[in-house]
């Protein structure tokens, strides 16, 4: 075996370790394991410089590295898109493509992020990360129909309450309100404590819906300070409250 190749597969198995290890306590310190991957990696890519599954491998440590910081660095996901573009050159991997789109969309480069992710999905049809991700790049630039196609052909094959509440963002967004209920209302029922489909709910029944109704924008607005007592827009909410309540009384 390539010694470079032995120190790669020490730093995904590492690099495995850290993703179970985030699972089961999210807000726990990893790093001192993250520095012992990464120089795994960087040691047996030094052996081994055109083993493009390492690349990939290393390209993914630092790429999810930062998914699980929640810490989006431009200059650490430029690091990870290196390491995939080499990857591309010396592997023929199926997924690379998809990598390399969400790194791209994570850059805000949403152009070269939809002909990463199109080249996956002619390999893959049926990828729904993939979907959703086609779906968020459309999102980003405003072209909202093809954004609900993409994410409705992903919720064909996996129900998500958070591509639900997308999807009624993009019909709102194009006006069209009716339309942005239903899928609204099936985040609802997914996820409960989903926070901000309650005030994109309460903005339909209150002020958006040619037939409003204005008790279930209060109880959505409320919900939504329940699940989001922090939220900056605290004192706006409390005014459309008093507002809709108001409303309410006057037409009952």
């Known amino acids: 075996m390539n010694a470079g190749s032995y120190y790669i597969k020490q730093g995904r198995q590492i690099s495995d370790q850290i993703e179970a290890m985030h699972a089961a306590v999210p807000l726990g310190d990893f790093t001192p394991q993250k520095e012992m991957a990464r120089d795994y990696f960087t040691r047996g890519l030094e052996l081994f410089p055109v083993y493009g599954w390492g690349h990939y491998q290393y390209g993914r440590f ?16 430029q690091e990870a898109l290196e390491q995939y573009k ?71 094959l996996k129900e998500d309450a958070n591509i639900y ?42 002020y958006r819906l040619e037939e409003k109704d204005y008790q279930k924008a209060v109880e959505c607005y409320q919900k939504y300070l329940i699940l989001e007592p922090d939220t900056p827009d605290k004192r706006v909410i409390e005014r459309r409250i008093r507002y809709l309540n108001h409303r309410a009384e006057q037409v009952s």
């Not at 990857?87 to 002909?115: R, V």
């Not at 009716?178 to 709910?201: H, I, M, S, T």
Request: with cysteine.
């Open 165 to 206: 509440n997308y999807i009624g963002v993009a019909y709102s967004h194009m006006r069209d309100f009716e339309n942005a209920l239903e899928p609204f209302e099936r985040a609802v029922e997914l996820d409960p404590n989903l926070a901000p489909v309650y005030e994109n709910l309460a903005a339909l029944y209150g």
């Open 62 to 77: 630092l790429y999810y590295s930062i998914v699980l910081e929640e810490d989006f660095q431009e200059k650490a996901l």
């Open 86 to 156: 080499i990857c591309k050159q010396n592997f023929d991997n199926i997924d690379i493509h998809k990598e390399m789109g969400i790194t791209y969309y994570y850059l805000e480069e949403y152009e070269k992020a939809k002909e990463y992710l199109y080249n996956h999905l002619k390999l893959v049809a049926g990828d729904v990360t993939t979907l959703q991700m086609l779906g968020h790049c459309h999102f980003e630039v405003e072209e909202f129909e093809d954004a609900i196609e993409y994410y409705s052909r992903s919720l064909e």
